[in-house]
């Protein structure tokens, strides 16, 4: 089933490499190259999922899921972090403001799949 | 495809590795900027992001030494961002060690395939893998500092020796224009000029349509050639600047080669650019880069003195290297600038003689200027009898001469004792086109490259004065010996000279020689793409002397163009003879 997705991370290189892939499977997929462009985007549309990297320029993923979480037209928006494997201390804030799936680069295609049906499971 | 249902992303690889240059070059230029202003937050973020990129990217890529690598970089920085370790020059030395080594690990990746980078890990990322650990794990800067028995970069590293700059080949992709959401594509070089070289052929074509319409007096078909001709002088135009980048991506390497080098020499240095943004041909901003390079290592090696020197001469401890570019008309201007101690007359002349390159008597007397110029460029003057890491081994100014005149180029010297020294590259805007100066000698059009060209004069022969056996002319004072061109070009000599009808004189011009060729007719500029001579040759009854290759106008004619420097050396012998 095609979903609606945005993409929040700023490596134009991992844009695509996730880009590729959920177009692959029929995703609608839109990019936004760092948090303030995520937070901007977001109320254009109607996303079914976001896929929100931490580390990138000008707001932090951890920040744009804060605000997220406060909005109550986003607070429930599906969300998959993407991590890095020694980030722990990231992931349990992340956990903390309310983040369920996680995904920590790097990641394989089929990874990444996985983990976008486990969200609509 | 991997599997059933996977798409296919070996494709995206090389984004990978562009992206993964493009950030090392990003953290290289901002730990150079982090020394000068180690409290900006912003820079300190922006590097640690960089890191952070960069071992994501690795990963993607399956090069696990180079994510390892990246990983613990990042975990420095991570300690200099929450303040908990003290930046310095010793750890900067360490972490542009570190970007040294990404750079060879991603330069050992097969090009468009995922392949991994096992079996990397030498001594050296061993060494700096140990202390970046120590470093995360708590010790202060001391301990970046070099340890008795760790080589600071070893000369015959060939990864030091070159400035630890990649292979032209990766600069290449890595200059590559990239857009965010793929809008761009990469096109090879070599099909680029391909494309070149049929607009030119169309600009013969169009040309000749011009020509001919004009001679059979067709009304439309005059507007279809001016047309024509119109959208030919656009498609050009637009061909050739696909090939233009600024200067900026060469200019942003020096921040690092200039800081290492001054640190290595001991001499605090700033470095200044402006003109970043003149736009040139790719493969020109590729051909300078190694002369500016040894310009750059000269200034700081030789001009600029230590800081006690300086302060003695009253001018302020840090020395000051300029890299200026600007256009001037169909030329790019390079200057390499340095506020240092000058190059004296006296100890130019006194290595001169040393070398054999002056003899004892014209040693005695102070040199001209132009003398001076000449022989700094000239091969064995520089060539240093000990190793000198930083201006160079054994390679003197000669180099850079050639390399610059090998494009068609010059370069030029000012120097002031106490004051400072400028080099001034002039190359042209482009490679793919030339513009000549067009002349007729026996029936046969010759082009002479605009750049060489001084200017033309139309002299009567009796004007000439004979010095010895040679005609000169006295132009605002200044002699130039005049030689009719066919002569060094072997080309059969139009009879006698007339007395007193004036004749044209072309004055070319290159460093401090002047020669005025005469020339049966001047016929004008034009800009014109240069074949090799290979096909053309065949059809020259002569031995080709002073030619550079052959290219056909607009009209269909063929025209041969001149290589002046060639000339000149041909000119100056028959002179001598």
């Given at each position: ?12 290189a ?11 499977k029929?995703?609608d997929v ?26 990138m ?64 499971a | ?6 798409p296919?992303?070996?494709?995206l ?38 890191a ?14 180079l ?51 096992a ?47 990649p ?9 590559g ?8 594509i ?39 050639a ?26 942003q390497?020096?921040?690092?080669l200039?800081?290492?080098?001054a ?7 700033v ?10 041909d ?39 290297v ?21 190059i004296?007359?006296?100890?130019v ?7 054999g ?27 240093a ?7 160079g ?27 400072g020294?400028?080099f001034?590259?002039?190359?042209p ?19 002479l ?19 010895g ?6 132009l605002?004072?200044?002699?130039i ?8 070009l ?6 006698a ?32 793409v ?6 053309y ?6 031995p080709v002397?002073g ?6 106008l ?24």
């Amino acid at each position: 089933m095609s979903r609606k997705i945005l993409i929040a991370e700023d490596s134009p290189a991992t844009q695509k490499f996730i880009s590729f892939t959920l177009k692959y499977k029929g995703h609608d997929v839109t990019i936004a190259s760092d948090g303030i462009e995520a937070l901007e985007k977001l109320p254009q549309a109607q996303y079914d999922l976001l896929i929100l990297d931490i580390m990138m320029p000008r707001m932090n993923g951890l920040e744009v899921l804060r605000e997220i979480k406060k909005r109550p037209e986003t607070s429930a928006l599906p969300v998959i972090m993407l991590t890095s494997e020694k980030g722990e201390a990231d992931r349990q804030t992340a956990l903390s403001l309310g983040a369920r799936f996680f995904l920590n680069k790097p990641f394989q295609p089929d990874q990444l799949l996985e983990a976008i049906d486990q969200v609509f499971a | 495809m991997t599997d059933a249902g996977q798409p296919d992303l070996t494709g995206l690889y090389g984004e990978f590795l562009d992206e993964s240059r493009e950030l090392l070059d990003a953290v290289a230029r901002d730990l150079v900027l982090l020394e000068q202003r180690p409290d900006d937050r912003d820079v300190l973020h922006r590097v640690f992001r960089a890191a952070h990129s960069l071992k994501g990217n690795a990963g993607f890529m399956g090069m696990e030494t180079l994510a390892t690598l990246a990983h613990s970089m990042e975990n420095v920085l991570g300690r200099v961002r929450d303040g908990s370790l003290a930046s310095g020059p010793d750890l900067l030395d360490l972490l542009l060690r570190g970007l040294d080594a990404c750079r060879m690990l991603l330069a050992s990746a097969a090009p468009g395939q995922p392949g991994g980078d096992a079996g990397r890990l030498t001594a050296e990322l061993e060494s700096l893998l140990a202390r970046f650990e120590a470093l995360h794990a708590g010790a202060g800067e001391a301990a970046a500092a070099p340890a008795a028995g760790w080589s600071r970069g070893a000369p015959d590293d060939p990864a030091v020796a070159a400035g630890a700059e990649p292979a032209p080949a990766d600069r290449a992709a890595a200059d590559g224009r990239r857009g965010r959401d793929g809008d761009t594509i990469r096109v090879s070089t070599a099909r680029l000029d391909r494309l070149v070289n049929l607009v030119g052929e169309l600009m013969a074509s169009r040309s000749q349509l011009a020509s001919l319409s004009r001679r059979t007096h067709h009304r439309e078909l005059e507007d279809v050639a001016a047309g024509l001709s119109r959208l030919a002088d656009q498609l050009q135009g637009e061909v050739l600047s696909i090939r233009m980048v600024p200067i900026r991506t060469l200019f942003q390497k020096f921040h690092r080669l200039v800081r290492d080098t001054a640190r290595e020499a001991g001499k605090p240095v700033v470095l200044e650019l402006e003109g970043e943004a003149t736009e040139l041909d790719k493969a020109i901003v590729e051909a300078v880069h190694d002369p500016v390079v040894h310009l750059v290592r000269n200034a700081i090696g030789h001009g600029i003195e230590p800081a006690e020197a300086r302060a003695a001469a009253g001018k302020p401890a840090t020395g000051r290297v300029r890299l200026a570019a600007r256009h001037a008309q169909d030329h790019v201007v390079i200057e390499v600038s340095d506020d240092g101690r000058g190059i004296d007359e006296a100890s130019v002349r006194r290595r001169a003689a040393e070398r054999g390159l002056l003899s004892a008597a014209d040693a005695e007397a102070p040199l001209t200027p132009e003398a001076v110029r000449r022989l700094i460029f000239s091969p064995g003057f520089s060539t240093a009898d000990r190793v000198d890491r930083i201006s160079g081994r054994g390679v003197g100014l000669d180099v850079v001469r050639t390399a610059v005149e090998g494009l068609g180029g010059t370069v030029e010297l000012a120097t002031q004792v106490g004051q400072g020294t400028t080099f001034t590259l002039r190359v042209p805007l482009t490679l793919a086109m030339i513009q000549i100066f067009l002349v007729r000698v026996a029936g046969r059009l010759y082009g002479l490259p605009l750049t060489y060209v001084e200017e033309t004069i139309r002299v009567a022969p009796r004007e000439f004065q004979i010095v010895g056996h040679q005609r000169v002319h006295l132009l605002r004072g200044q002699a130039i010996p005049v030689m009719p061109l066919a002569l060094p070009l072997g080309a059969p000599e139009s009879g006698a000279l007339p007395d007193t009808a004036p004749v044209p004189v072309v004055v070319v011009r290159h460093g401090d020689r002047r020669v005025g060729f005469l020339v049966d007719e001047v016929c004008g500029k034009d800009k014109t793409v240069l074949k090799a001579l290979g096909p053309y040759l065949a059809r020259l009854p002569q031995p080709v002397r002073g030619i550079a290759g052959a290219s056909l106008l607009g009209s269909g004619e063929l025209v041969l163009i001149a290589d002046v420097l060639g000339l000149l050396a041909l000119a100056g012998d028959m002179a001598a003879a």
